[in-house]
């Protein structure tokens, strides 16, 4: 009974997989301390700026508008490395958890091949596809574990597709 269990939370789970990336991506990725140190500069220099008048004092209001100019191109750059960094883990998030995912399925299906997810009563009778749906049991009037995974996932894509 668990076996159906675990196997259709990992189809959920693998059908969800991107949407789960996104919601996680932003608690591990936040921003580094170098981008939040040069948007504080940049807020004060902006403060700065306001305060003083460029027709009485034109020099200072220049030097002001290159050093938040010079800011501004250090905290795009500092934005970029954390954009690559941010990529990485979103890509090793996603990829890496269908990977295990995928393997939890191959290890199940490799490992309880033989079983059967539930067995009918003979007054059932799946012919002539019941040679697919005992696959590789040869159980009659059973439904297998492969079968049992593979319609799961469908069925949790299928449904992954409508959720928005």
């Known amino acids: 009974m668990y076996l159906i269990f675990v196997i259709s939370l990992l189809s959920l789970i693998m059908a969800f997989a991107s949407k789960l990336t996104k919601i996680i991506l932003p608690l591990v990725c936040r921003d580094s301390a170098e981008v939040i140190a040069r948007r504080k500069d940049i807020v004060k220099l902006r403060t700065e700026l306001e305060k003083i008048s460029m027709r009485d004092e034109y020099t200072k209001y220049v030097k ?3 050093e938040i ?3 501004e ?12 960094k941010r990529v990485a883990y979103e890509y090793g998030l996603h990829y890496g958890g269908l990977a295990v995912l ?8 490799i490992f309880y091949r033989y079983s059967t997810v539930i067995v009918f009563g003979d007054n059932f009778n799946f012919e002539p596809f019941g040679g697919i749906i005992n696959f590789p049991t040869k159980v009659h009037n059973s ?13 949790a894509r299928t449904f992954a597709a409508y959720v928005q």
């Open 64 to 66: 002001c508008e290159r």
């Open 69 to 71: 100019t010079k800011l």
């Open 73 to 84: 191109v250090s905290l795009n750059e500092a934005k970029g490395r954390d954009n690559v």
């Open 102 to 109: 995928g393997l939890c399925m191959m290890y199940i299906s």
């Open 143 to 155: 439904i297998s574990v492969v079968f049992w995974i593979v319609v799961n996932n469908f069925v």
